[in-house]
Protein backbone atom coordinates (compact mmCIF):
# COMPACT_ATOMS: atom_id res chain seq x y z
CA UNK A 1 0.00 0.00 0.00
CA UNK A 2 2.79 2.51 0.92
CA UNK A 3 4.63 1.92 -2.30
CA UNK A 4 1.79 1.85 -4.24
CA UNK A 5 3.94 -1.26 -6.24
CA UNK A 6 3.05 -4.99 -6.29
CA UNK A 7 5.90 -7.55 -4.88
CA UNK A 8 8.20 -7.48 -7.41
CA UNK A 9 9.53 -10.99 -7.11
CA UNK A 10 6.63 -13.14 -7.57
CA UNK A 11 7.79 -16.04 -5.15
CA UNK A 12 8.19 -15.09 -1.38
CA UNK A 13 10.29 -17.59 0.89
CA UNK A 14 11.45 -17.75 4.48
CA UNK A 15 15.05 -19.83 5.01
CA UNK A 16 16.01 -20.66 8.64
CA UNK A 17 19.75 -20.77 9.27
CA UNK A 18 20.93 -22.13 12.38
CA UNK A 19 23.62 -19.74 13.66
CA UNK A 20 23.12 -16.96 10.78
CA UNK A 21 26.12 -14.40 11.06
CA UNK A 22 23.24 -12.09 10.39
CA UNK A 23 19.49 -11.06 11.84
CA UNK A 24 18.26 -11.89 7.95
CA UNK A 25 19.35 -11.30 4.54
CA UNK A 26 17.38 -9.62 1.74
CA UNK A 27 17.65 -11.97 -1.14
CA UNK A 28 15.00 -11.27 -3.96
CA UNK A 29 12.52 -13.79 -2.99
CA UNK A 30 13.76 -15.62 -0.46
CA UNK A 31 14.69 -14.32 2.18
CA UNK A 32 17.32 -15.90 5.11
CA UNK A 33 16.95 -15.17 8.40
CA UNK A 34 19.24 -16.64 11.45
CA UNK A 35 16.61 -19.22 12.91
CA UNK A 36 16.83 -18.48 16.32
CA UNK A 37 15.74 -14.61 15.98
CA UNK A 38 12.39 -16.23 14.50
CA UNK A 39 11.92 -19.47 16.58
CA UNK A 40 11.33 -17.60 19.80
CA UNK A 41 10.95 -19.34 23.20
CA UNK A 42 7.41 -19.89 25.02
CA UNK A 43 8.52 -17.61 27.47
CA UNK A 44 9.41 -14.49 25.09
CA UNK A 45 9.08 -10.99 26.28
CA UNK A 46 7.03 -8.67 23.93
CA UNK A 47 9.93 -6.88 23.47
CA UNK A 48 11.49 -9.89 21.72
CA UNK A 49 8.55 -10.10 19.55
CA UNK A 50 8.50 -6.62 18.54
CA UNK A 51 12.06 -7.14 17.73
CA UNK A 52 10.95 -10.38 15.30
CA UNK A 53 7.82 -8.60 13.89
CA UNK A 54 10.28 -5.70 13.11
CA UNK A 55 12.80 -8.07 11.54
CA UNK A 56 10.88 -9.40 9.43
CA UNK A 57 9.05 -6.27 8.35
CA UNK A 58 12.44 -4.77 7.93
CA UNK A 59 13.86 -8.05 5.13
CA UNK A 60 10.12 -7.55 3.41
CA UNK A 61 10.68 -3.71 2.97
CA UNK A 62 14.13 -4.80 1.52
CA UNK A 63 12.05 -6.14 -1.49
CA UNK A 64 11.36 -2.42 -2.69
CA UNK A 65 14.13 -1.00 -1.02
CA UNK A 66 17.64 -2.48 -1.99
CA UNK A 67 16.59 -4.88 -4.00
CA UNK A 68 13.58 -3.51 -6.52
CA UNK A 69 15.59 -0.09 -6.49
CA UNK A 70 19.03 -0.32 -5.21
CA UNK A 71 21.78 1.97 -4.62
CA UNK A 72 24.30 2.74 -7.22
CA UNK A 73 27.62 2.85 -5.03
CA UNK A 74 27.97 1.75 -1.55
CA UNK A 75 28.11 5.30 -0.28
CA UNK A 76 24.42 4.74 -0.11
CA UNK A 77 24.12 1.55 1.32
CA UNK A 78 22.92 3.47 4.31
CA UNK A 79 19.63 4.74 2.38
CA UNK A 80 18.70 1.47 2.21
CA UNK A 81 18.83 0.26 5.99
CA UNK A 82 17.23 3.18 6.84
CA UNK A 83 14.34 2.88 4.67
CA UNK A 84 13.73 -0.75 5.94
CA UNK A 85 13.12 0.45 9.40
CA UNK A 86 11.45 3.23 8.64
CA UNK A 87 8.95 0.90 6.83
CA UNK A 88 9.23 -1.61 9.30
CA UNK A 89 8.27 0.86 12.10
CA UNK A 90 4.96 1.92 10.21
CA UNK A 91 4.06 -1.52 9.72
CA UNK A 92 5.16 -3.09 12.81
CA UNK A 93 4.36 -0.20 15.76
CA UNK A 94 0.46 -0.12 15.49
CA UNK A 95 0.73 -4.27 16.51
CA UNK A 96 2.05 -3.53 19.92
CA UNK A 97 -0.17 -0.52 21.17
CA UNK A 98 1.30 -0.51 25.02
CA UNK A 99 4.50 0.47 24.15
CA UNK A 100 5.64 3.92 23.63
CA UNK A 101 7.15 4.11 20.72
CA UNK A 102 8.44 7.41 20.39
CA UNK A 103 9.99 6.75 23.73
CA UNK A 104 11.61 3.79 22.49
CA UNK A 105 12.75 5.65 18.97
CA UNK A 106 14.41 8.16 21.73
CA UNK A 107 16.35 5.72 23.83
CA UNK A 108 17.08 3.64 20.27
CA UNK A 109 18.91 6.26 18.76
CA UNK A 110 19.87 9.42 20.10
CA UNK A 111 22.23 8.26 22.88
CA UNK A 112 24.85 5.86 20.69
CA UNK A 113 23.93 8.72 17.82
CA UNK A 114 25.72 11.61 20.30
CA UNK A 115 27.93 9.03 21.39
CA UNK A 116 29.75 9.14 18.20
CA UNK A 117 28.54 12.70 17.19
CA UNK A 118 29.76 14.39 19.78
CA UNK A 119 33.35 13.40 18.86
CA UNK A 120 36.17 14.76 17.13
CA UNK A 121 35.92 11.03 15.66
CA UNK A 122 32.09 11.58 13.65
CA UNK A 123 31.66 11.39 10.25
CA UNK A 124 28.51 12.12 8.03
CA UNK A 125 26.15 9.74 6.85
CA UNK A 126 27.19 10.06 3.50
CA UNK A 127 30.77 9.37 3.14
CA UNK A 128 32.97 8.87 0.06
CA UNK A 129 33.62 5.36 -0.06
CA UNK A 130 37.02 4.80 -2.55
CA UNK A 131 37.33 1.27 -2.16
CA UNK A 132 34.82 -1.46 -1.58
CA UNK A 133 37.87 -2.79 1.12
CA UNK A 134 36.94 -0.32 2.68
CA UNK A 135 33.10 -0.53 2.81
CA UNK A 136 32.84 -2.49 6.36
CA UNK A 137 34.75 0.77 8.28
CA UNK A 138 31.48 3.04 7.46
CA UNK A 139 28.85 1.22 9.21
CA UNK A 140 28.28 2.62 12.60
CA UNK A 141 26.04 4.64 14.80
CA UNK A 142 26.02 7.11 12.76
CA UNK A 143 24.30 4.85 9.72
CA UNK A 144 22.56 2.91 12.12
CA UNK A 145 21.01 5.41 14.67
CA UNK A 146 21.57 9.26 13.32
CA UNK A 147 20.31 8.07 10.01
CA UNK A 148 16.68 7.11 11.03
CA UNK A 149 16.67 10.20 13.59
CA UNK A 150 17.28 12.34 10.18
CA UNK A 151 14.50 10.32 8.32
CA UNK A 152 12.38 11.10 10.51
CA UNK A 153 12.77 14.81 10.00
CA UNK A 154 12.67 14.57 6.64
CA UNK A 155 9.08 13.39 6.36
CA UNK A 156 7.76 16.14 9.05
CA UNK A 157 9.70 18.07 6.82
CA UNK A 158 7.42 16.94 3.87
CA UNK A 159 4.59 16.00 5.17
CA UNK A 160 3.67 12.16 5.28
CA UNK A 161 1.24 12.39 2.56
CA UNK A 162 4.16 14.07 0.20
CA UNK A 163 6.59 12.05 1.51
CA UNK A 164 4.70 8.76 0.59
CA UNK A 165 4.24 10.35 -2.74
CA UNK A 166 8.21 11.25 -3.49
CA UNK A 167 8.98 7.76 -2.64
CA UNK A 168 5.88 6.59 -4.46
CA UNK A 169 7.65 8.50 -7.79
CA UNK A 170 11.34 7.39 -6.88
CA UNK A 171 10.43 3.67 -6.81
CA UNK A 172 8.74 3.73 -9.86
CA UNK A 173 11.23 5.52 -11.40
CA UNK A 174 14.25 3.20 -10.54
CA UNK A 175 12.29 -0.11 -10.27
CA UNK A 176 15.11 -2.91 -11.32
CA UNK A 177 17.62 -0.41 -11.11
CA UNK A 178 19.96 1.70 -9.60
CA UNK A 179 19.82 5.21 -8.07
CA UNK A 180 21.19 7.75 -5.86
CA UNK A 181 20.63 9.43 -2.73
CA UNK A 182 20.73 12.79 -4.65
CA UNK A 183 17.98 11.23 -7.13
CA UNK A 184 15.84 10.86 -4.02
CA UNK A 185 16.65 14.45 -2.79
CA UNK A 186 15.86 15.66 -6.48
CA UNK A 187 12.34 13.55 -6.44
CA UNK A 188 11.32 15.29 -3.09
CA UNK A 189 12.84 18.88 -3.53
CA UNK A 190 10.13 19.16 -6.47
CA UNK A 191 6.99 18.61 -3.10
CA UNK A 192 8.25 20.94 -1.00
CA UNK A 193 9.12 24.97 -0.96
CA UNK A 194 12.40 23.99 1.28
CA UNK A 195 15.59 23.67 -0.25
CA UNK A 196 16.02 20.45 0.23
CA UNK A 197 19.51 20.51 -1.43
CA UNK A 198 20.89 22.75 1.62
CA UNK A 199 19.12 20.63 4.03
CA UNK A 200 20.77 17.47 2.76
CA UNK A 201 24.27 19.32 2.99
CA UNK A 202 23.68 20.21 6.89
CA UNK A 203 22.03 16.48 7.80
CA UNK A 204 23.22 13.88 5.34
CA UNK A 205 27.02 15.71 3.82
CA UNK A 206 28.44 16.69 6.83
CA UNK A 207 29.14 15.61 9.96
CA UNK A 208 28.00 16.77 13.87
CA UNK A 209 24.98 18.60 15.42
CA UNK A 210 23.90 21.88 15.80
CA UNK A 211 24.18 24.14 19.68
CA UNK A 212 21.21 24.83 20.32
CA UNK A 213 20.95 27.26 23.31
CA UNK A 214 17.75 28.61 25.19
CA UNK A 215 17.93 32.08 26.48
CA UNK A 216 15.36 32.78 28.93
CA UNK A 217 15.81 36.09 30.24
CA UNK A 218 13.13 37.28 33.46
CA UNK A 219 12.41 40.36 34.91
CA UNK A 220 11.32 39.23 38.46
CA UNK A 221 8.73 36.88 38.38
CA UNK A 222 7.91 38.20 34.75
CA UNK A 223 9.18 36.75 31.74
CA UNK A 224 10.90 39.40 29.41
CA UNK A 225 11.94 37.00 26.53
CA UNK A 226 12.79 33.30 25.23
CA UNK A 227 15.17 32.87 22.44
CA UNK A 228 16.43 29.52 20.97
CA UNK A 229 19.76 29.91 18.90
CA UNK A 230 21.77 27.86 16.87
CA UNK A 231 24.93 27.58 16.17
CA UNK A 232 27.68 25.08 14.15
CA UNK A 233 30.60 24.18 16.72
CA UNK A 234 32.81 24.68 13.73
CA UNK A 235 32.72 27.94 13.44
CA UNK A 236 34.39 28.33 10.07
CA UNK A 237 31.81 25.87 8.41
CA UNK A 238 28.69 27.74 9.83
CA UNK A 239 26.33 25.88 9.06
CA UNK A 240 22.64 25.77 9.91
CA UNK A 241 20.27 22.79 10.57
CA UNK A 242 16.55 23.29 9.47
CA UNK A 243 14.31 20.86 12.00
CA UNK A 244 11.11 20.81 13.72
CA UNK A 245 11.89 21.75 17.54
CA UNK A 246 9.09 21.66 20.08
CA UNK A 247 9.76 23.77 22.94
CA UNK A 248 7.63 23.05 26.40
CA UNK A 249 6.88 25.35 28.98
CA UNK A 250 6.67 23.93 32.56
CA UNK A 251 5.12 24.55 35.79
CA UNK A 252 5.75 22.11 38.55
CA UNK A 253 6.21 18.60 36.78
CA UNK A 254 3.78 19.76 33.73
CA UNK A 255 5.05 21.28 30.63
CA UNK A 256 2.58 22.59 27.86
CA UNK A 257 4.65 21.89 24.34
CA UNK A 258 4.86 23.89 21.33
CA UNK A 259 5.65 23.12 17.97
CA UNK A 260 7.80 25.13 16.19
CA UNK A 261 10.32 25.28 13.28
CA UNK A 262 14.01 26.13 13.33
CA UNK A 263 15.08 27.71 10.00
CA UNK A 264 17.48 30.70 10.98
CA UNK A 265 19.86 31.03 13.21
CA UNK A 266 17.50 32.33 16.15
CA UNK A 267 13.73 31.58 17.28
CA UNK A 268 11.69 33.85 19.33
CA UNK A 269 8.90 31.83 21.38
CA UNK A 270 6.30 33.69 23.40
CA UNK A 271 5.71 31.86 26.92
CA UNK A 272 3.67 32.45 29.75
CA UNK A 273 4.00 35.50 31.44
CA UNK A 274 5.42 34.82 34.62
CA UNK A 275 8.58 32.55 34.47
CA UNK A 276 7.85 28.78 34.15
CA UNK A 277 9.85 26.37 36.62
CA UNK A 278 11.56 25.16 32.86
CA UNK A 279 11.96 25.65 29.22
CA UNK A 280 12.81 22.19 27.62
CA UNK A 281 13.13 22.28 23.71
CA UNK A 282 12.74 18.98 22.31
CA UNK A 283 9.98 17.98 24.29
CA UNK A 284 9.10 15.62 21.51
CA UNK A 285 12.01 14.21 21.37
CA UNK A 286 12.32 14.80 17.55
CA UNK A 287 15.28 17.42 17.59
CA UNK A 288 18.92 16.37 16.82
CA UNK A 289 21.62 18.45 18.85
CA UNK A 290 23.92 19.70 21.47
CA UNK A 291 21.02 21.44 23.79
CA UNK A 292 22.05 23.95 26.29
CA UNK A 293 19.77 24.91 29.29
CA UNK A 294 19.17 28.01 30.57
CA UNK A 295 20.84 27.88 34.00
CA UNK A 296 17.14 28.00 36.22
CA UNK A 297 15.61 25.26 33.86
CA UNK A 298 18.47 23.00 34.20
CA UNK A 299 18.30 22.93 38.29
CA UNK A 300 14.75 22.51 37.92
CA UNK A 301 15.17 19.40 35.80
CA UNK A 302 17.59 18.02 37.91
CA UNK A 303 15.24 18.48 40.93
CA UNK A 304 12.33 16.68 39.20
CA UNK A 305 11.76 15.16 35.82
CA UNK A 306 8.28 16.23 34.10
CA UNK A 307 5.78 14.30 33.83
CA UNK A 308 5.00 13.10 30.33
CA UNK A 309 7.36 10.18 29.04
CA UNK A 310 8.69 11.61 25.91
CA UNK A 311 9.79 14.56 27.51
CA UNK A 312 11.38 12.92 30.72
CA UNK A 313 12.80 10.54 28.52
CA UNK A 314 14.08 13.63 26.38
CA UNK A 315 15.23 15.68 29.18
CA UNK A 316 17.03 12.50 30.53
CA UNK A 317 19.26 11.93 27.61
CA UNK A 318 19.82 16.45 27.24
CA UNK A 319 21.12 16.29 31.32
CA UNK A 320 23.43 13.17 30.41
CA UNK A 321 24.42 15.15 27.06
CA UNK A 322 25.19 18.09 29.49
CA UNK A 323 27.18 16.77 32.13
CA UNK A 324 29.54 15.20 29.25
CA UNK A 325 29.95 18.77 28.22
CA UNK A 326 30.66 19.30 32.05
CA UNK A 327 27.58 21.82 32.08
CA UNK A 328 26.44 19.55 34.56
CA UNK A 329 28.40 17.22 37.55
CA UNK A 330 28.59 13.78 37.55
CA UNK A 331 27.53 14.12 41.28
CA UNK A 332 24.10 16.02 40.50
CA UNK A 333 23.23 13.66 37.37
CA UNK A 334 24.01 10.66 40.00
CA UNK A 335 21.66 12.33 42.50
CA UNK A 336 18.92 12.70 40.31
CA UNK A 337 18.67 8.81 38.87
CA UNK A 338 19.07 8.18 42.50
CA UNK A 339 16.45 10.02 42.98
CA UNK A 340 14.00 9.55 40.26
CA UNK A 341 14.71 5.57 39.71
CA UNK A 342 12.83 4.58 42.88
CA UNK A 343 9.61 6.11 41.62
CA UNK A 344 10.11 5.55 37.86
CA UNK A 345 7.64 3.21 35.91
CA UNK A 346 7.81 3.07 32.53
CA UNK A 347 9.94 0.54 32.13
CA UNK A 348 11.93 2.23 29.17
CA UNK A 349 13.33 4.93 30.93
CA UNK A 350 14.34 2.88 34.11
CA UNK A 351 16.61 0.76 31.72
CA UNK A 352 18.07 3.84 30.24
CA UNK A 353 18.59 5.23 34.08
CA UNK A 354 20.16 2.34 35.39
CA UNK A 355 22.56 2.43 32.12
CA UNK A 356 22.95 5.63 33.23
CA UNK A 357 24.00 5.08 36.76
CA UNK A 358 26.45 2.56 35.52
CA UNK A 359 28.45 4.97 33.16
CA UNK A 360 28.40 7.69 35.78
CA UNK A 361 29.93 5.99 38.75
CA UNK A 362 32.44 3.99 36.58
CA UNK A 363 33.55 6.48 34.36
CA UNK A 364 32.84 10.05 35.76
CA UNK A 365 33.44 9.03 39.61
CA UNK A 366 36.54 9.18 41.29
CA UNK A 367 37.13 5.53 42.79
CA UNK A 368 36.78 7.20 46.13
CA UNK A 369 33.46 9.07 45.33
CA UNK A 370 32.69 5.53 43.55
CA UNK A 371 33.25 3.55 46.68
CA UNK A 372 31.45 5.88 48.82
CA UNK A 373 28.64 5.58 47.15
CA UNK A 374 28.39 1.59 46.76
CA UNK A 375 25.81 1.40 50.09
CA UNK A 376 23.53 4.01 49.25
CA UNK A 377 23.40 2.75 45.22
CA UNK A 378 22.73 -1.52 46.36
CA UNK A 379 20.23 -0.58 49.00
CA UNK A 380 18.39 1.68 45.87
CA UNK A 381 18.69 -1.74 43.37
CA UNK A 382 17.75 -3.97 46.04
CA UNK A 383 14.46 -2.36 46.44
CA UNK A 384 14.20 -1.95 42.29
CA UNK A 385 14.99 -5.47 42.45
CA UNK A 386 11.81 -6.52 45.36
CA UNK A 387 9.48 -3.99 43.75
CA UNK A 388 9.61 -5.11 40.19
CA UNK A 389 6.80 -6.79 38.33
CA UNK A 390 7.94 -8.11 35.67
CA UNK A 391 10.80 -10.52 34.65
CA UNK A 392 12.38 -8.58 32.35
CA UNK A 393 12.29 -5.33 34.71
CA UNK A 394 13.45 -7.82 37.67
CA UNK A 395 16.59 -8.62 35.63
CA UNK A 396 17.52 -5.09 34.67
CA UNK A 397 17.35 -4.63 37.80
CA UNK A 398 19.40 -7.79 39.07
CA UNK A 399 22.15 -7.03 36.24
CA UNK A 400 22.47 -3.30 37.38
CA UNK A 401 23.33 -4.51 41.23
CA UNK A 402 25.52 -7.25 39.91
CA UNK A 403 27.78 -5.42 37.29
CA UNK A 404 27.60 -2.46 40.12
CA UNK A 405 28.06 -4.26 43.41
CA UNK A 406 31.11 -3.47 45.62
CA UNK A 407 30.19 -3.88 49.31
CA UNK A 408 31.33 -7.45 50.63
CA UNK A 409 27.43 -7.86 51.97
CA UNK A 410 26.34 -7.68 48.34
CA UNK A 411 28.87 -9.35 47.56
CA UNK A 412 28.60 -12.60 49.41
CA UNK A 413 24.89 -12.45 48.82
CA UNK A 414 25.48 -12.18 44.93
CA UNK A 415 27.67 -15.57 45.78
CA UNK A 416 25.03 -17.27 47.46
CA UNK A 417 22.63 -16.39 44.48
CA UNK A 418 25.00 -17.97 42.42
CA UNK A 419 25.32 -21.48 44.49
CA UNK A 420 21.51 -20.90 44.37
CA UNK A 421 21.45 -20.88 48.38
CA UNK A 422 19.38 -17.82 47.97
CA UNK A 423 16.83 -17.11 45.04
CA UNK A 424 14.83 -13.71 44.26
CA UNK A 425 11.31 -14.39 43.70
CA UNK A 426 10.71 -13.51 40.18
CA UNK A 427 13.83 -13.70 38.55
CA UNK A 428 14.50 -16.11 36.26
CA UNK A 429 18.42 -17.09 35.88
CA UNK A 430 19.81 -18.84 33.04
CA UNK A 431 22.89 -20.79 32.16
CA UNK A 432 24.87 -17.06 30.85
CA UNK A 433 23.47 -15.41 33.86
CA UNK A 434 25.04 -17.75 35.93
CA UNK A 435 28.18 -17.07 33.63
CA UNK A 436 28.56 -13.83 34.08
CA UNK A 437 27.75 -13.77 37.95
CA UNK A 438 30.70 -16.03 37.87
CA UNK A 439 32.51 -13.72 36.40
CA UNK A 440 32.01 -10.69 37.66
CA UNK A 441 31.87 -12.07 41.28
CA UNK A 442 36.17 -13.18 40.02
CA UNK A 443 36.72 -9.75 38.94
CA UNK A 444 36.04 -8.37 42.17
CA UNK A 445 38.77 -10.73 43.24
CA UNK A 446 36.00 -12.38 45.60
CA UNK A 447 38.08 -14.46 47.92
CA UNK A 448 36.92 -17.89 46.28
CA UNK A 449 36.95 -16.45 43.02
CA UNK A 450 39.26 -19.36 41.22
CA UNK A 451 36.69 -21.88 42.27
CA UNK A 452 33.79 -20.06 41.28
CA UNK A 453 35.34 -19.88 38.03
CA UNK A 454 36.12 -23.51 38.15
CA UNK A 455 32.72 -24.52 39.16
CA UNK A 456 31.06 -22.55 36.65
CA UNK A 457 32.64 -24.33 33.62
CA UNK A 458 31.99 -27.80 35.06
CA UNK A 459 28.27 -26.49 35.24
CA UNK A 460 28.08 -25.33 32.28
CA UNK A 461 25.98 -27.49 29.77
CA UNK A 462 26.24 -25.73 26.60
CA UNK A 463 30.06 -26.14 24.38
CA UNK A 464 30.09 -23.05 22.61
CA UNK A 465 29.74 -21.28 25.97
CA UNK A 466 31.93 -23.55 28.39
CA UNK A 467 34.41 -22.92 25.53
CA UNK A 468 34.68 -18.97 26.04
CA UNK A 469 34.22 -19.03 29.74
CA UNK A 470 37.61 -21.13 29.22
CA UNK A 471 38.68 -18.54 27.04
CA UNK A 472 37.77 -15.80 28.93
CA UNK A 473 39.52 -16.66 32.33
CA UNK A 474 42.70 -16.27 32.25
CA UNK A 475 41.52 -12.07 31.64
CA UNK A 476 39.80 -12.43 35.08
CA UNK A 477 42.43 -13.97 36.97
CA UNK A 478 44.00 -12.66 40.13
CA UNK A 479 47.56 -13.07 38.80
CA UNK A 480 48.72 -10.44 36.88
CA UNK A 481 51.07 -12.45 34.97
CA UNK A 482 48.53 -14.44 33.87
CA UNK A 483 45.90 -11.55 32.39
CA UNK A 484 48.72 -10.27 30.75
CA UNK A 485 49.83 -13.63 29.18
CA UNK A 486 45.95 -13.93 28.17
CA UNK A 487 46.70 -9.91 26.58
CA UNK A 488 49.97 -11.45 24.82
CA UNK A 489 48.46 -14.74 23.12
CA UNK A 490 45.87 -11.96 21.07
CA UNK A 491 49.13 -10.81 19.06
CA UNK A 492 48.51 -14.07 17.02
CA UNK A 493 45.40 -13.33 14.40
CA UNK A 494 44.18 -16.81 15.37
CA UNK A 495 43.30 -16.27 18.95
CA UNK A 496 41.55 -12.81 17.84
CA UNK A 497 39.04 -15.80 15.46
CA UNK A 498 35.98 -15.63 17.90
CA UNK A 499 35.96 -11.88 18.62
CA UNK A 500 33.19 -11.66 20.54
CA UNK A 501 35.49 -13.83 23.12
CA UNK A 502 37.92 -11.69 22.37
CA UNK A 503 36.38 -8.43 23.43
CA UNK A 504 34.64 -9.88 26.66
CA UNK A 505 38.19 -10.79 28.14
CA UNK A 506 39.58 -7.12 26.67
CA UNK A 507 36.60 -5.51 28.72
CA UNK A 508 37.32 -7.58 32.02
CA UNK A 509 41.31 -6.99 31.35
CA UNK A 510 40.61 -3.19 30.99
CA UNK A 511 37.81 -3.28 33.96
CA UNK A 512 37.53 -0.11 35.78
CA UNK A 513 38.63 -2.24 39.03
CA UNK A 514 41.88 -3.12 37.26
CA UNK A 515 42.73 -0.29 35.22
CA UNK A 516 46.08 0.51 37.08
CA UNK A 517 47.55 -3.24 35.72
CA UNK A 518 45.74 -2.75 32.26
CA UNK A 519 47.20 0.86 31.33
CA UNK A 520 50.33 -0.79 29.75
CA UNK A 521 48.11 -3.07 27.25
CA UNK A 522 46.79 0.09 26.10
CA UNK A 523 49.86 1.10 23.78
CA UNK A 524 50.10 -1.95 22.27
CA UNK A 525 46.50 -2.32 21.14
CA UNK A 526 46.54 1.17 19.44
CA UNK A 527 49.57 -0.89 17.19
CA UNK A 528 47.65 -3.73 16.69
CA UNK A 529 44.49 -1.89 15.57
CA UNK A 530 45.85 -1.16 12.04
CA UNK A 531 46.10 -5.22 11.34
CA UNK A 532 43.15 -6.06 13.68
CA UNK A 533 41.01 -3.85 10.20
CA UNK A 534 42.78 -6.11 8.22
CA UNK A 535 42.04 -9.39 9.78
CA UNK A 536 38.88 -8.83 11.46
CA UNK A 537 34.73 -8.34 10.82
CA UNK A 538 33.44 -5.12 9.84
CA UNK A 539 32.93 -3.83 13.23
CA UNK A 540 35.73 -5.25 15.14
CA UNK A 541 37.81 -2.34 15.37
CA UNK A 542 35.73 0.20 16.94
CA UNK A 543 35.07 -2.54 19.60
CA UNK A 544 38.32 -3.17 20.37
CA UNK A 545 39.31 0.36 20.66
CA UNK A 546 35.42 0.97 23.32
CA UNK A 547 36.87 -2.42 25.15
CA UNK A 548 39.95 -1.64 25.23
CA UNK A 549 39.38 2.43 26.85
CA UNK A 550 35.91 2.58 28.27
CA UNK A 551 37.33 1.06 31.43
CA UNK A 552 40.23 3.54 31.64
CA UNK A 553 39.82 7.10 33.28
CA UNK A 554 43.64 8.11 34.20
CA UNK A 555 45.70 11.01 32.32
CA UNK A 556 48.32 8.87 31.75
CA UNK A 557 46.21 6.72 29.69
CA UNK A 558 44.44 9.90 27.74
CA UNK A 559 48.20 10.95 27.17
CA UNK A 560 49.34 7.28 25.81
CA UNK A 561 46.09 7.99 23.20
CA UNK A 562 47.33 11.75 22.22
CA UNK A 563 51.09 10.31 22.12
CA UNK A 564 50.10 7.73 19.42
CA UNK A 565 47.55 9.78 17.64
CA UNK A 566 50.53 12.63 17.15
CA UNK A 567 52.63 9.86 16.07
CA UNK A 568 50.77 8.57 13.64
CA UNK A 569 52.56 8.48 9.46
CA UNK A 570 50.88 10.18 7.15
CA UNK A 571 49.65 7.44 5.01
CA UNK A 572 47.88 6.02 8.42
CA UNK A 573 44.08 5.46 7.35
CA UNK A 574 41.54 8.16 8.41
CA UNK A 575 38.85 6.02 9.33
CA UNK A 576 40.93 4.13 12.00
CA UNK A 577 42.23 7.58 13.50
CA UNK A 578 38.33 8.25 13.63
CA UNK A 579 37.57 5.42 15.27
CA UNK A 580 40.43 5.71 17.82
CA UNK A 581 38.94 9.56 18.51
CA UNK A 582 35.78 8.87 19.14
CA UNK A 583 36.31 5.89 21.80
CA UNK A 584 38.50 7.85 23.45
CA UNK A 585 36.60 10.82 23.70
CA UNK A 586 35.13 10.23 27.08
CA UNK A 587 38.75 9.75 28.37
CA UNK A 588 39.70 13.01 27.31
CA UNK A 589 36.73 14.33 28.61
CA UNK A 590 36.82 12.74 32.19
CA UNK A 591 40.39 13.84 32.48
CA UNK A 592 39.57 17.08 30.63
CA UNK A 593 42.22 16.84 28.31
CA UNK A 594 42.36 18.62 25.46
CA UNK A 595 42.03 16.55 22.45
CA UNK A 596 44.88 15.85 19.98
ZN1 LIG B 1 18.74 -4.48 6.17
Do not use: C
Not at 115 to 142: H, P, W
Not at 206 to 212: F, V
Not at 350 to 379: G, K
Not at 494 to 513: C, S, T
Amino acid sequence: NYTGIPYPFGKFDFLLVPSFQFGGMEHPGSVYYNAPALMLDESATQNQKLGRASLIAHETAHMWFGDLVTMRWFNDVWMKEVFANFMAAKIVNPAFPEINHDLRFLYAHYPAAYDVDRTAGTNAIRQRLDNLDEAGSMYGAIIYQKAPIVMRQLELLLGAASFRDGMQEYLKAHAFGNATWTDLIATLDRRTPDDLAAWSRSWVEEAGRPIIRVDLKANGEAVESLEVTQEDPITARGLLWTQPLSVAIGYRRDGVGTRHRMTGRALRISSGATVPDYVLPNSDGVSYGNFVLDPSSRASLLENLPADEVARGSALVMLWEEMVDRRVAPRAMFDLLMKALPTERNELTIQRMLSYLQQVRWRWFRDAERANSAAAVETTLRAGLNAAKTPSLKSAWFNALRDMAQSPSTLSWLESVWRKTETVPGLVLAEPDFITLAQELAVRGVPDGEAILSEQIARTQNPDRKGRMEFVRPALSADPAIRDAFFAQLKDPVKRRREAWVLEGIGYLHHPLRAASAEKHVRPSLEMLLEIQKTGDIFFPKRWMDATLSGHRSPTVAATVTTFLEGLPAGYPDRLRRIILSSADDLFRVTRQARP
